[in-house]
Every structure is written in C-alpha cells, then in structure tokens.
C-alpha cells in the first residue's frame, strides 16, 4: 500500500511537469543568452520581470525584440536592427554578460490577450480599459529622435530613446551660434508625444546690445523635421524670433552662403541666427561665394555682406560696420534719405 501511494504521487508530480511544459510560452526555447543587441533600443522599462518585457514589447508595433537583464529587472524594447531576421546575423554589442536577447517574431502575440494582433500606430501601444475590457491604443513615444541644426547628441548609448520620459542632453555646436550659459540643454519626450526643450536662458540673460531693453530667452523651435535653438522676444502676446542683430562690429559679416545657412556669431552679442533663410522661401539669398542676384555684378561681393539683392539693394543690415556708405549697414528710408544705423535687429514674427 505504501509503495502503490508513492506511485501514484510519482505519477501525479511527472504529470504536472508535463502539463507545465506544455504551456509553456513557445518563445522560451529561444531565447539567447548572454546576448544584447543595442543599435536600435528607442525605450528602457524597468522593474518588469521576462515575460512582462516580452508583453511590452508585442503591445508596441515598434518594438521587434527585447534585451533583458534578470538581476536589475531592467527592460530595453528594439526596433527592428536586420532586414532579415535569424539567429545568426544579429549583431550584438560588447559586453552582454546577464543579458537576454529574444525576438518577438518566436512569441505567440495572443499571450497579450485582447491586444493580441492589434492595429496601433507605430509610436502607439496597445492597453486594454478596465471599465470596458476593450483594447485601445495609447501614445508610447515621441516617433523620432531630434536632430538639431547647431546641436549635436552628448547622451550616447541612449540617444536612440524615443519613448514617453525619455531624456536626450544635446551640446550647441562650437562652429556655430554659440551662448556659454545655454551650451548644454535636453529635450524630453512629453506625454502628448512631443519633444521640448527642459532649459532656456534665464531671465537675467539680458543681451549686451544695450539698445535692445526686450529680454530674449532661448528656445527650441521646430523646422519641419528637425530643430534649432534659437534667441525669442515675447511683446504683447507676440512671439519674435531674432534672426540678425548687429551692435557692436565684432562680428565679420561677410561670409559665405555655407557660413548663412549655418549661422554665425554670439547669442549674446551679434549673430546671424541658423536657418533663418527658411523664412524667405522663394527669395534668392546672395553670398559673395554665391552671386544670386540680377545685377551684372555680384552684389554681396560689393556690399560686404550676404543678402536677398536684387540690382543690388535698399537695404544692406549685413553690410560692414560702422561705413557710412551703401555698402555698409545702410537703409533706404521712404523720403529716398539713407541711414546708417550702428544697431540692427532683424526679426520675424511667429505665430
């Protein structure tokens, strides 16, 4: 009776272990250890165990494979890094010692549940409601990693991260437009799935053009798919963004059209700011290394500075300082008198 009772408890616990094996998720066997692929993470979750990990990333249509590590409970979610996917040509980084690499495409999605198959956008992730028990789709990163004009990525390892809290830290290029208070800022990716700058200058960053009593602050404006920093003045609602100031003739104008379209000079004294020739579509802008114009001479060339010239000029604001003649800071007023004036601001409004 003894013996039969053990059987039977032999039985029953061989049982189990093959009823346990048989549920167990296909993407298991699969699993390489000891292993990180790291190129293309956009997002870190931590506190997650494995197999919420793997669920993270099925509920994004981002995501294509995880890195895991066990003992820091700690979660990176991978766009795709291969065109074609196998075992073999992933490439890995250095140092993947604790690691977990796995592939979505040896997960059965349908352990997400009702979210298995689901048809969110790329920077969105599926979450089932609670009060409905339906799926729905919710915003999970910010689609891109800003790229700035006059900045460049310090964050390294993590300057793929897109997702909703994530933190880039950029350094203002040294060739260009460069202000020493404002040179390190981030941008973080806010809940509405869009980046912002977290610093601008403080209020006391009055510039030195005494001329100009308005405080400008730095801020992180938006050119279609990329961004620049740049001085703004706010007056009565209105927002002002300063693409030129001339006060003090430190500053040499006359560059060429590769100095224009990157900008040059001091946020705190004079500069010619980045990208400002992106408001004037249609216009053509002339450098002496560029003649654009429709004079039989190059009117850059002859004026000192870069400009939109027609035959040539009515105004010259980046003409050489402290001349006064017409190929110096020069304005045409409307009773046909010309000025010439030691301070300029130039601005555009934005709305």
Known sequence: MYFVNLNVFLLSFLSIIVQCDLTMPSGFSKIQWNHREKEETFMELEGLNFIDCVEQCLLRNRCFSVNYLRRKLHCELNSEAVQYYNQSNVIFNEDPSGYIYSHMSDWDAN??????????????????SKAK????????????VPVFLNADSVTNEKDTYIGIGSRLTFKLTETLLSEPKDRDFEMICQNDGV?????TANSSDEAECSFLNQQAIIETLQLGSEFVRIPVIKEDGQKWVLIQRRCTGTVDFNRTMNEYKGGFGSLNSEFWIVEALS????????????????????????????????????????GAYGVHETWGISWLMTNNQWIYPSHIVLMVGKS
């Open 133 to 144: 028990a339906e799926q729905k789709c919710e915003l999970s990163d910010c689609g891109f």
């Open 279 to 318: 408001y004037f579509n249609g216009m053509m802008f002339s450098t002496w290394d560029e003649d654009r114009d429709y004079s039989t001479t190059s009117c850059a060339e002859k004026n000192g500075g870069g400009w939109w010239f027609r035959e040539c000029h009515q105004a010259n604001p980046n």
């Open 111 to 128: 352990i997400v549940g009702k979210c298995a198959n689901h048809n969110c956008g790329l920077n969105e992730r599926c979450v089932v």
């Open 195 to 199: 980046w912002s700058s977290s610093l």
